[in-house]
Nanobody, 119 residues
């Protein structure tokens, strides 16, 4: 069974921090690079950060130096540490494989977790 369960979102203040977690099905986690994505209102979903099985990371310019992706292979969990938050970070955040996972001929997404940053 495919599972992507995001948690840890909420209301943050500009300049503050939040940590997101994503529990992932073991079969997916052990095979794929994982990524954190976000979708702000009226905008397309974008890939923010990715991490390979071996721990190599890449970041979008918009979050580089502020966000850190990590993974715990023993717990099948991927994290996103978000520091120096900005109001423009407000969005629904999703984790997924990179590239995103296809299930039954469509891209599979979890429920996401809302992050709202106040100024």
């Amino acid at each position: 069974q495919v599972q992507l369960v995001e948690s840890g979102g909420g209301l943050g203040q500009a300049g503050g921090s939040l940590r997101l977690s994503c529990a992932v099905s073991g079969s997916i986690f052990s095979i794929n690079a994982m990524g954190w994505y976000r979708q702000a209102p009226g905008k397309q979903r974008e890939l923010l950060a990715r991490i390979t099985r071996g721990g190599s990371t890449n970041y979008a310019d918009s979050v580089k130096g502020r966000f850190t992706i990590s993974r715990d292979n023993a717990k099948n969990t991927v994290y996103l540490q978000m520091n120096s938050l900005k109001p423009e970070d407000t969005a629904v955040y999703y984790c997924n494989t990179d590239p995103p996972l296809w299930v039954n001929a469509r891209i599979f997404w979890g429920q996401g977790t809302q992050v709202t940053v106040s100024s």
